[in-house]
């Protein structure tokens, strides 16, 4: 049955002219009838050089606005429409613009996981990947980062010249990890190497052998030397490193690493997308233009300073 759903997508695809992204959280039957994997970050600006007319984001909502900002000649959807980002949405343009009007020589730093309307009030967005690169290169010396904390505290311990300000925001599954949990996975596994996401809690991340973005963590696993990994993100990255490296072995830091909203997406989702996308039925993202126009700059500043 997943076999003839498999087929059928990537029959429907080729006839609509649909490009799909998955995000790399997504289950490994959706990788494996996507166009593009990765990063959230790293699958909107790959499609934005794609020649399909129609984007299908597999990931959360934040994903399909970045998408759509940067492609906006293109239709783009969404998969599942109920799939969203607690993190994304932990706050309001309207506090951050408070926050900017109380001190306006604060450059403004947000976290890619955002939403449009937080992005169009920020002078800069970045990636886990890029955040401290971006935040030295910055003129400013006084910094709003947002929205989380914890990744924020990651920066702040790198980029010790700058006044780093950070709010209570971060992601909910990555902020539950706790640091006796590593202590307990290494005695389970003392030959593991610890890859950990800065967006768990600086308890965890100063124990990492590697701490960085999702792309980091797996390109680091394939290309050491090392055959034990304990994986510090969401536990589906430990499922597909072991599928893609099964001469080493992968282990989850911790049980609480599952992303409920990334696992809403199924199969069937793709397939339902496609086949109802002349009919209405497939979720599109539409955003106002002077919206897209705003939240533009801190992508396109993002890119100029190197992400």
């Known amino acids: 049955m997943m076999q003839q759903t498999k087929e059928k997508i990537l029959q429907l695809k080729r006839e609509k002219d649909v490009c799909i992204l998955a995000h790399s959280y997504q289950a490994q039957e959706i990788l494996e009838a996507a166009d593009i994997t990765g990063d959230s970050f790293a699958l909107s600006k790959a499609a934005m050089e794609v020649p399909q007319e129609n984007l299908l984001v597999c990931g959360v909502h934040f994903m399909a606005e970045t998408a759509k900002i940067l492609s906006p000649q293109k239709k783009v959807y969404l ?3 109920g799939a969203g980002c607690p993190m994304a949405e932990q706050f309001t343009p309207e506090e951050i613009l408070a926050y900017r009007k109380a001190e306006p020589d604060r450059a403004v730093v947000a976290y890619v996981n955002t939403t ?12 886990s990947s890029s955040a401290v690169e971006i935040v030295k290169k910055l003129d400013a010396q006084k ?3 947002i929205p989380d904390c914890n990744l924020g505290s990651f920066v702040q311990q790198q980029v010790r010249d700058k006044d780093i300000q950070l709010l209570d925001g971060g992601c909910p599954v990555h902020r539950a990890v706790e640091a006796w949990e590593v ?11 610890l890859l950990v996401h800065p967006e768990c809690i600086k308890e965890v991340t100063a124990q990492a052998d590697y701490a960085g973005s999702t792309a980091g963590i797996m390109k680091y696993a394939r290309e050491n030397p090392g055959k034990e990994y304990i994986i510090g993100t969401e536990m589906s990255i430990a499922d597909h490193l072991q599928y893609q490296c099964p001469d080493k072995r992968f282990y989850p830091l911790s049980k609480k690493l599952i992303c409920p909203d990334m696992k809403l997406t199924t199969l069937n989702d793709v397939l339902l997308s496609l086949e109802g996308l002349e009919a209405g039925e497939a979720f599109e993202i539409v955003m106002e233009e002077k919206l897209m126009d705003a939240a533009r700059v801190s992508i396109q500043r993002m890119i100029e300073l190197g992400e």
């Open 79 to 81: 998969a599942h429409k």
């Open 116 to 127: 449009a309307a937080l992005k169009a009030v920020s002078d800069v967005c970045v990636t």
């Open 143 to 145: 910094i709003l980062f």
């Open 183 to 193: 202590e307990q996975t290494r005695k389970e596994h003392p030959g593991a190497e």
